[in-house]
């Protein structure tokens, strides 16, 4: 059961009315399933940097001293944005 039907089973057990948004559709839905997946791969890219820096680069040494462990990092999905990504 996803999130929004579990809102709307428990709403309905609760008698109470949630509010039913109009303006939704099916091209509202496809948009947002493409700006997800933009930024599921998004994620994934810089995930991918963070993961190929050697440990003596700064962003690793950083995160060391603020106590993330390699569990957290990968937990959050700490990711690296390079310079060439910020032009």
Do not use: W
């Amino acid at each position: 059961m996803s999130f929004s039907e579990a809102v709307e089973y428990l709403a309905k057990r609760a008698s109470i009315s949630l509010p039913v948004d109009e303006f939704r559709s099916p091209k509202d839905a496809q948009d947002k399933n493409i700006y997800y997946k933009l930024n599921l791969h998004a994620g994934s890219f810089y995930k991918k940097k963070f993961q190929s820096l050697n440990s003596s680069h700064e962003a690793k040494k950083y995160l060391t001293q603020r106590g993330l462990s390699q569990e957290m990092i990968e937990t959050f999905k700490i990711g690296y944005a390079p310079a060439e990504c910020l032009n």
